[in-house]
T-cell receptor, first 117, second 113 residues
Framework: AQTVTQSQPEMSVQEAETVTLSCTYD???????LFWYKQPPSRQMILVIR??????QNATENRFSVNFQKAAKSFSLKISDSQLGDTAMYFC??????????????FGKGTLLTVNP | EPEVTQTPSHQVTQMGQEVILRCVPI?????FYWYRQILGQKVEFLVS????????KSEIFDDQFSVERPDGSNFTLKIRSTKLEDSAMYFC???????????FGPGTRLTVT
């Protein structure tokens, strides 16, 4: 079974600064996907960024980027130029690539990020 | 842009009552999921559904739970006899064939009193 660990229950950052959220995972799979989801107070789950494990290049989406270290099983999220709207719970999630008809997500416990003005 | 919808947004029910949570996945999607999030906790997988049958279910998904795709558009989660501990946010999600990104609905907040 896969496990996802987010060791930072809460973090805060000043507006316009950069923050990094940590995530580690444990799996015996060699092919998988990793995701960061954002959950604002509305509790909607919003996909922020994804990474395919077979790709060495780190994914980026505008102000969001990841540092994917496959050997270390680490997948951190960097948010640059933080904005007040980035305040949310952030979940790291794992999905086996060989899921067949089942691509279920395994989530970490989340990191509550607060962006201060 | 197509989106997953869920109804109702909030449901309050008494312990022991049956509830049905409804989801309309994105129309060309083939894989469907239900997840649960107890307040303040992580999101947990309940069940996956493909080709009109359950692909996998978690330990949480016991005999009190069932899923159905009755008409090719709706995807429902039924809880036969609700318990206090079923109070949670329930999310529906779906994936298109050949892809792996899950699109989540806005969730249904279930409160069991």
């Amino acid at each position: 079974a896969q496990t996802v660990t987010q060791s930072q229950p809460e973090m805060s950052v000043q507006e316009a600064e950069t923050v990094t959220l940590s995530c580690t995972y444990d799996t015996s799979e060699s092919n998988y996907y990793l995701f960061w989801y954002k959950q604002p107070p509305s509790r909607q789950m919003i996909l922020v960024i994804r990474q395919e494990a077979y790709k060495q290049q780190n994914a980026t989406e505008n102000r969001f980027s990841v540092n994917f270290q496959k050997a270390a099983k680490s997948f951190s999220l960097k948010i640059s130029d933080s904005q007040l709207g980035d305040t949310a719970m952030y979940f790291c999630a794992f999905m086996k690539q060989s899921g067949g008809s089942n691509y279920k997500l395994t989530f970490g416990k989340g990191t509550l990020l607060t962006v201060n003005p | 842009e197509p989106e997953v919808t869920q109804t109702p947004s909030h449901q309050v029910t008494q312990m022991g009552q049956e509830v049905i949570l409804r989801c309309v996945p994105i129309s060309n999607h083939l894989y469907f999921y239900w997840y649960r999030q107890i307040l303040g906790q992580k999101v947990e997988f309940l069940v996956s559904f493909y080709n009109n049958e359950i692909s996998e279910k978690s330990e949480i998904f016991d005999d009190q739970f069932s899923v159905e795709r009755p008409d090719g558009s709706n995807f429902t989660l039924k809880i036969r006899s609700t318990k206090l501990e079923d109070s949670a946010m329930y999310f529906c999600a779906s994936i298109a064939g050949g892809h792996y990104e899950q699109y989540f609905g806005p969730g249904t907040r279930l409160t069991v009193t």
